[in-house]
C-alpha cells in the first residue's frame, strides 16, 4: 500500500536552535497536509500544500513541497519551548485516502 | 473551523463486548474520517465516511468489526464489536471542509480488558 516516510523519529534541540522533520513519498501525492499533536492532546491542522515546489510560512515555520511532489519538509526557525509536540505529515494520494506519517517528536530544552 | 465533540471520552471495556463511540460537528460537513492512534503511535484511518453512501474501509479494517453509521452531515458513529485487548486504542474522527484541511475531535480513549 501507500506509504510515507518521515524523518527523524525524535529531535532533541536547545531552545533558539532550528528544527526540521521531512516526509517522502515513492508516489506523487495529490497535497500534503501538516498537523501539530501535543502531548495528550489531539492532531491539529496546520497547513496544506498543493502545487509543486511550493513554500508556505507562517511565522517560524515554513513547509515546503517539493517539485516532483513526492517530498515535503517543515522547518522551525528559533524553536520556542511552545513547539514542544509531534509534527506528523498527511499525504492524499486521491480523493478520500490520507496516510499519515509516523510523526516526529520535537523536545525542547530551555 | 468545524467544532467536533466526541462520546465517550474514554471508556473501559471487557473482552467481548461492543462499544459505541459518537461524533458530532457544529456544522455541516460532507467528508468524515476516523482514525485509531496507539499512544505514541501515528494515526492509522479505518474508514470514509460520507453521508449517503456506505463507509468506505482501509485495508485491515472490515464493516463487521467496526461498523459505522452516518445518518446526517453532522453526526457519525463508529462501533468496536467484540472488542479484544488489541482494540484498545485511541480512536479519533474527523472532518474537512472543502478539501483544506482535517479536524479532529478530541478522542475517545479505549480500554479493553
Known amino acids: 500500500g501507500q506509504q510515507v516516510m518521515q524523518i527523524p523519529q525524535y529531535q532533541h534541540v536547545q531552545e533558539g536552535e532550528d528544527f526540521t522533520t521531512y516526509c517522502n513519498s515513492s508516489t506523487t501525492l495529490s497535497n500534503i497536509q501538516w498537523y501539530k499533536q501535543r502531548p495528550g492532546g489531539h492532531p491539529v491542522f496546520l497547513i496544506q500544500l498543493v502545487k509543486s515546489g511550493e513554500v508556505k510560512k507562517q511565522k517560524r515555520l515554513t513547509f515546503q513541497f517539493g517539485e516532483a511532489k513526492k517530498n515535503s519538509s517543515l522547518h522551525i526557525t528559533a524553536t520556542q519551548t511552545t513547539d514542544v509536540g509531534t509534527y506528523f505529515c498527511?499525504?492524499?494520494?486521491?480523493?478520500?485516502?490520507?496516510?499519515f506519517g509516523s510523526g516526529t517528536k520535537l523536545n525542547v530544552k530551555p | 473551523s468545524a467544532v467536533i465533540s466526541q462520546k465517550p471520552s474514554r471508556d473501559i471495556c471487557q473482552r467481548g463486548t461492543s462499544l459505541t463511540i459518537q461524533c458530532q460537528v457544529d456544522s455541516q460537513v460532507t467528508m468524515m474520517f476516523w482514525y485509531r492512534q496507539q499512544p505514541g503511535q501515528s494515526l492509522t484511518l479505518i474508514a470514509t465516511?460520507?453521508?449517503?453512501?456506505?463507509?468506505?474501509?482501509e485495508s485491515g479494517f472490515v464493516i463487521d468489526k467496526f461498523p459505522i453509521s452516518r445518518p446526517n452531515l453532522t453526526f457519525s458513529t463508529l462501533t468496536v464489536s467484540n472488542m479484544s485487548p488489541e482494540d484498545s486504542s485511541i480512536y479519533l474522527c474527523s472532518v474537512e471542509e472543502f478539501s483544506t484541511g482535517q479536524y479532529f475531535g478530541p478522542g475517545t480513549r479505549l480500554t479493553v480488558t
Open positions: 498527511a499525504a492524499r494520494y486521491n480523493f478520500n485516502k490520507f496516510y
Open positions: 465516511a460520507n453521508q449517503g453512501s456506505e463507509a468506505t474501509y
